[in-house]
């Protein structure tokens, strides 16, 4: 579990639950390089001391057979389609604050009615996934309030490393993933008569301000959530074979936008950002539940990670090399294919990066992203992701929002986004080009080496070196690689001033529209100490909170 804290960074509490039920929490060491953890895979975790509950370990654990756990590209929906989701409405002993809200509110900021009457939970999804993913009001229960006392002994066959003891003047000591157990105890009996593993997604609605109550909550927690599923298989989880996901939500932040975003993490999405951040916050993408924690749409690479929208025209690089190539994009939620797909293949390029087109516009109640100045105006958005569906937790990037007459050169594969006209019903014309250098190298060829859209009888760069079937030597290419060829030999690289191109757009993306106020995200920091070396084997955990 993750939590952003308030002076500006992700802390990041990573559990490994042993073969025998056993739970651990694993603090790795200061500056230890960790890949993606996929919750629920199996995992070596080689330790150097265990104290109160906590492995400490500075190596990396060896996973095996994560690969297929987080498979969840292609065509294919493979998260559920009708989620079910239990709800939890609870006070603490030593929070003298009431419950953040009534059954009927929760249930009516799911299903609409009351003040949710025109934007609702599954109104959102019915939109966002063009109603291939629906909540059904017969798939939500909520109960409480429920005090949760200020101590007391867990009673189930969950076992802590910590011990089952729990209290609420801490948030330290697992105790937030013990309120979570003793909730489900209850359940288990009347007048209640649930099964908490028979739901995707348990949600603890905590009262507003908890945390100013209690000890190492880190300030003011907007949200926590896992990332992917817990207890997925579990022989008591019934007909839901996906998986439980765990939610805490700050009472002060209950509304659509914060808790799909906490869901979100539990869907296996990680935060959507732009290149650098933004004053250190990794949640800076205003186009997106997972950057901006407001109510829009999905960007368009968490939309394909998920599989609730795929791609209207696949490409690589290479397929647009010195070769303009136009694509009519429709209106992102438009169509369900519906964005352009750039596989980045080339030298210099992030591995796996792949460039996401999109055509986005303001579309109350369920996508705004824009400044209402830009109501009714269709913009091109340019987003980056590089994770594989053996590692999908990656951060999306938006990288540029153009205008018509505004191109994106992408500056580590010269890939070239044009937002060329308007397209049919608000979409947009988008011409997709990766090119060789900022001027024509060769003329005559019928490549358009600079991607700038001229044909080399047109393009000033060719004046002089075009005469009927004979041209001037080109000047020196400078290929991909850094390469300086001038007749078939190669020579120093050739200093070049910084290319003289069009107007482009913007490296970063409009102001978000106005939201909800409240503390801002940040990146994950990774905790940890050293000692003798050890090592257990079992299924690793992970939870991300928001502060």
Not at 29 to 44: D, F, Q, V, Y
Not at 126 to 144: A, E, F
Not at 289 to 307: D, E, F, R, V
């Amino acid at each position: 579990m993750s939590s952003s804290a308030e002076e500006g960074s992700d802390v990041t509490d990573r559990y490994l639950q042993t073969d025998d039920g056993a739970f651990y929490r694993v603090d790795f060491c200061a500056g230890l390089e960790l890949s993606e953890i996929p919750s629920g895979a199996r995992a070596t975790v080689f330790y150097t001391s265990l104290a109160n509950g906590v492995l400490s370990s500075c190596q990396a654990p060896r996973m095996e057979g994560a690969g297929g756990r987080r498979s969840m590209f292609g065509e294919d929906i493979t998260t559920p389609t009708e989620p079910k989701f239990l709800v939890y409405l609870v006070t603490l002993c030593n929070v003298p604050v009431p419950a953040a809200a009534t059954p009927q509110a929760v249930l009516d900021m799911f299903n609409g009615g009351g003040s949710y009457t025109g934007a609702s939970l599954s109104g959102y999804y019915d939109t966002c996934s063009r109603r291939q993913v629906r909540v059904l009001p017969s798939n939500v229960k909520v109960v409480g309030p429920i005090r949760i006392p200020c101590s007391g002994v867990l009673d189930n066959p969950i076992r802590f490393a910590s011990g089952n003891a729990f209290d609420t003047g801490s948030c330290g000591n697992d105790n937030q993933l013990k309120w979570q157990f003793y909730l489900d105890q209850l359940m288990s009996a009347a007048p209640y008569n649930i099964n908490p593993l028979e739901y995707h997604h348990k949600i603890m609605v905590l009262p507003t301000g908890f945390s100013n109550y209690l000890k190492n909550c880190n300030n003011i927690v907007v949200g926590t959530a896992t990332v992917g599923p817990w207890f997925r298989g579990s022989p008591t989880s019934g007909s839901n074979t996906w998986g439980t996901g765990l939610v805490w939500l700050d009472g002060g932040a209950f509304d659509i936008g914060a808790l799909f975003h906490e869901v979100g993490h539990t869907l296996g999405l990680a935060h959507a950002n732009v290149p650098g951040g933004c004053g250190g916050f990794d949640q800076c993408d205003s186009s997106c539940p997972m950057g901006s924690a407001s109510k829009q749409c999905l960007n368009a690479p968490h939309a394909w990670q998920l599989g609730w929208l795929q791609p209207a025209r696949s490409l690589a690089d290479a397929d647009v090399f010195a070769r303009p190539t136009q694509v009519a994009l429709p209106l992102q939620q438009a169509s369900n294919n519906s964005y352009a797909m750039v596989s980045l293949t080339s030298t210099g390029s992030t591995p796996n990066n792949q460039l996401f087109v999109a055509a986005r516009t303001n579309s109350a109640p369920y996508d705004v992203m824009f400044d209402s100045k830009l109501d009714g105006k269709t913009m091109v958005l340019v987003h980056s992701y590089n994770g594989t569906a053996v590692s999908s937790y990656q951060r999306t990037f938006a990288l540029a929002t153009l205008d018509v007459g505004q191109r994106y050169v992408h500056p580590d594969s010269n890939v070239v986004v044009s937002y060329t006209s308007g397209g049919s019903d608000g979409g947009a014309v988008v011409t997709l080009c990766r090119r060789s250098g900022a001027t024509e190298a060769v003329c005559g060829d019928g490549l358009d080496d600079d991607c700038d859209g001229l044909p080399d009888e047109s393009d000033p760069d060719c004046q002089g070196r075009m005469n009927g079937n004979s041209r001037s030597p080109p000047p020196p290419r400078v290929l991909g690689g850094g390469l300086n060829v001038q007749n078939g030999a190669v020579r120093p690289p050739v200093p070049r001033a910084p290319p003289n191109l069009p107007p482009d757009a913007p490296s970063n993306p409009p102001p978000p529209a106005k939201r909800v106020a409240r503390p801002p995200p940040f990146p994950d920091i990774v905790r940890g100490s050293g000692g003798t070396w050890d090592d257990w084997t079992s299924s690793g955990r992970r939870l991300l909170r928001r502060r």
